[in-house]
């Protein structure tokens, strides 16, 4: 009697332990598609293209790749393309952080205010956003043509020379930058917009009683509040800056000179156009690590703000 009631409790415990295992594990269960896709779709493809970054990977000859140690990587460092590339996208990051982040807090600073006609501003400025960036790109390509495109026409009618544009080394990245900002500063100009309506307008009238102007009270209460939402907006501006490949590979093909490649454009062009994978996945990495490398930095320096 007495085995058989252990045995009945050991049966019961164990029931228990397993309902209470289960129950443990139900937001795993939840989780488990997310988990399945993100391992197919993300860790899986690093994975590889780490492998592949140490193999002479052709595309049309997948069964023949070998294993070449670190030869893709001494290659990649003395390769005059992708060094421009990595210049390129600094001037291009540290120009659009400046003339995007710039202009959409003009703008909600220009719309913040009580007057009419700001819902048809708010619309015109954030229209771009919702724009495709092909469509965006082939717009001002037709517009910035040098020959008979629609700003040189208004820029020779005030007496202006035409402008190469897109066809000058010195000018095409910039070009790409202004671009950039006109379409993607909508997006930061409402998280702007939303960052100066949370400010008390009581801290505004404490600094007129204290005798600040206008320009007084816009950098000693509006940027020192704004802060948190700046450092937000340039966090995200800089990832997004980095991965740009839609503006050159439309409007310029990485050219003139190649001063407008970047490296997700040549990564692309390599591993797809050339079929070189192994090389391609070297670069991958190498540039995945300086992404990292900045955004643990900026992280690091903007931890106390966002």
């Known amino acids: 009697m007495e085995a058989t009631n252990q045995y009945a409790d ?26 399945i896709l993100l391992g197919i779709f993300l860790f899986l493809p690093a994975i590889l293209t780490i492998y592949y970054a140490f193999t002479d990977y052709y595309l049309l000859t997948p069964d023949k790749r070998e294993f070449v140690g670190f030869s893709n990587f001494v290659e990649l460092f003395t390769d005059p393309v992708f060094m421009r590339s990595l210049q390129n996208i600094v001037v291009f990051v540290v120009c659009i952080i400046i003339v995007q982040v710039g202009t959409a807090l003009g703008l909600a600073l ?23 960036l092909v469509v965006v790109s ?27 544009f897109l066809t000058s080394p010195k000018q095409a990245i910039y070009v790409l930058v202004f671009v950039s900002a006109w379409q993607g500063a909508g997006y930061q100009m409402l998280i702007f917009l939303a960052g100066l309506q949370n400010i008390s307008r ?23 509040l704004l802060r948190p939402t700046t ?19 439309i409007m310029t093909q990485g050219g003139p000179l190649n001063s407008t490649m970047t490296p997700i454009f040549y990564i692309y062009q390599t591993g797809f156009t050339d079929r070189l994978v192994g090389y391609a996945s070297a670069m991958t990495v190498v540039f995945g690590l300086l992404i990292a490398i900045v955004s643990f930095l900026q992280r690091k320096l903007a931890k106390e703000d966002i």
């Open 10 to 35: 050991r049966k019961k415990k164990s029931k228990f332990s397993l309902h209470a295992l289960n129950f443990h594990l139900q937001p795993l269960y939840f989780m488990l598609p997310a988990i």
């Open 110 to 132: 220009l719309i913040n205010k009580n007057r009419k006609g700001n819902i048809f501003l708010k619309i015109a400025f954030f229209s771009p956003v919702v724009m495709s």
């Open 138 to 164: 082939v717009l001002w390509l037709y517009l910035l043509n040098p020959t008979d495109g629609l700003i040189n026409s208004i820029l020779q009618t005030v007496g202006i020379d035409a402008q190469p």
């Open 202 to 224: 009581e801290v505004y009238e404490a600094a007129k009683i204290d005798g600040a102007n206008r320009w007084q009270s816009f950098l000693h209460v509006t940027l020192p």
């Open 231 to 249: 450092t937000l907006i340039i966090f995200t501006t800089l990832i997004a800056a980095f991965k740009l490949i839609i503006q050159p590979m």
